[in-house]
């Protein structure tokens, strides 16, 4: 089981960092991504990363400004976002899976098998 924290309202141009922390899961492997959605839209992948690997990937709409990581002592995963700006305004969800997914595979939802239950991150203007 996932939960996610650290939403809150901020600013245009302010930082955020969301954390993801889980219970009968372990983030040293497989994958873990972070997706949102906004109201009235559908949801969206943001980033995620193969931890075997080493490799994230980022939606174009978040590269440059957001970066996953995680602390394997505390078992945590966070996205920092950065100059946030009024359209990342969505409520955030961290996801996992035990599996090293596939470049085509990371932003799809259906192959998270773990979900959090969303923090809400409002931007601004």
């Known amino acids: 089981q996932l939960q996610a924290s650290g939403g809150g309202l901020v600013q245009a141009g302010e930082s955020l960092r969301l954390s993801c922390t889980a219970s009968g899961h372990t983030f040293s492997s497989g994958t873990t991504g972070w997706f949102r959605q906004a109201p009235g839209k559908e949801r969206e992948f943001v980033a995620s990363?193969?931890?075997?690997?080493?490799?994230?990937a980022y939606s174009d709409s978040v590269r440059g400004r957001f970066t996953i990581s995680r602390d394997n002592a505390k078992n945590t995963v966070y996205l920092q976002m950065d100059s946030l700006k009024p359209e990342d305004t969505a409520v955030y969800y961290c996801a996992a899976t035990s599996s090293g997914l596939i470049t085509s595979s990371l932003s799809d939802s259906r192959f998270y098998n773990y979900w959090g239950q969303g923090t809400l991150v409002t931007v601004s203007s």
């Open positions: 990363r193969r931890w075997r690997f080493g490799s994230a």
